[in-house]
Nanobody, 125 residues
Framework: VQLQASGGGLVQAGDSLRLSCAAS????????MGWFRQAPGREREFLAS????????YYADSAKGRFTISRDNAKNTVYLHMNSLKPEDTAVYYC???????????????????WGQGTLVTVSS
C-alpha cells in the first residue's frame, strides 16, 4: 500500500498549485482521503477530506474558499487545488487514506492509516 504525493514546488504569493496523490495497493474508492500539512516548528494541520465516492467533502477553516479537494477513482488519485497562495501556506503537504464508512469524511489524523511521503510547497512573498 503506497501513497505518492507530487506537485509541490516554489511559487509566488497569489499563485495557484495543484497537488496530486497517487494510490496503489488498495481499493481506492473504499478509502476516504485527506490532505494535511506541517509547517516548520508547527503541528500537523488538517486541510481537507473527501469521501470514497467523491460526493462529500469537508474543509478546515484555513482551507475554505482557497483550497479544493477532488478525486479521480479511475486514476486512483486525489488532488488538492490551491489558489491565492500565501507565504503562510509554506509547508510539507501530506495525503492520507482512511477506511471510513461510505459517506464519511474525517479531520482526525489518527483515523488515517496510510500516509504519503509529503511534498514541499514554498510560497515566496
Amino acid at each position: 500500500v503506497q501513497l505518492q504525493a507530487s506537485g509541490g514546488g516554489l511559487v509566488q504569493a497569489g499563485d495557484s498549485l495543484r497537488l496530486s496523490c497517487a494510490a496503489s495497493g488498495l481499493t481506492f474508492s473504499s478509502y476516504g482521503m485527506g490532505w494535511f500539512r506541517q509547517a516548520p516548528g508547527r503541528e500537523r494541520e488538517f486541510l481537507a477530506s473527501i469521501n470514497g465516492s467523491g460526493v462529500r467533502t469537508y474543509y478546515a477553516d484555513s482551507a475554505k474558499g482557497r483550497f479544493t479537494i477532488s478525486r479521480d477513482n479511475a486514476k486512483n488519485t486525489v488532488y488538492l487545488h490551491m489558489n491565492s497562495l500565501k507565504p503562510e501556506d509554506t509547508a510539507v503537504y501530506y495525503c492520507a487514506a482512511a477506511q471510513l464508512p461510505t459517506m464519511f469524511v474525517s479531520q482526525f489524523a489518527h483515523e488515517y492509516s496510510v500516509w504519503g511521503q509529503g511534498t514541499l510547497v514554498t510560497v515566496s512573498s
